[in-house]
């Protein structure tokens, strides 16, 4: 996450970020669903998120946050994109980069 806010902040350094705290520590400080209300009105507010990876602990009735905001937000689709990596690479098609819904 931090390379990625890094790329932002140099691209437009008007942007502002509102960080909130959900996964791995909103579980230690007792949300069994790894997300509080708090970060709920933040998302409601702002209308985006940039998301890094959320750590669900493995055991204990914990909800996964991941799968949590997917459903609550409706969001069913990934992008996974692929880079040709020519001349570094051998590729069929070296010019061609796709990205995958």
Same mark, same amino acid.
């Given at each position: 996450?931090?390379?990625?806010? #890094? ?6 350094? *008007?942007? #502002?970020? /509102?960080?909130?705290?959900? $996964?791995?520590?909103? &579980?230690? *400080? $007792? ?11 933040? =998302?409601?507010?702002?209308? =985006?998120?940039?998301? %890094?990876? =959320?750590?669900?602990?493995? %055991? $204990?009735?914990?909800? *996964?946050? !991941? ?6 937000? %409706?969001?069913?689709? !990934?992008?996974?994109?692929?880079? *040709?990596? /020519?001349? &570094?690479?051998?590729?069929? /098609? ?5 990205? =995958?819904?």
């Amino acid at each position: 996450m931090d390379a990625t806010l #890094s790329i932002l902040r140099a691209a437009d350094p *008007s942007l #502002s970020f /509102h960080h909130v705290t959900v $996964g791995l520590k909103a &579980y230690e *400080s $007792g949300l069994m669903a790894g997300i509080g209300d708090d970060t709920w009105k933040a =998302i409601d507010a702002h209308k =985006i998120i940039l998301k %890094g990876p =959320i750590t669900t602990p493995q %055991g $204990g009735g914990y909800k *996964s946050v !991941n799968v949590t905001l997917r459903k609550t937000l %409706g969001l069913y689709a !990934n992008l996974r994109p692929c880079v *040709s990596y /020519h001349p &570094y690479v051998t590729a069929l /098609h070296p010019t061609m980069d796709v990205v =995958i819904v």
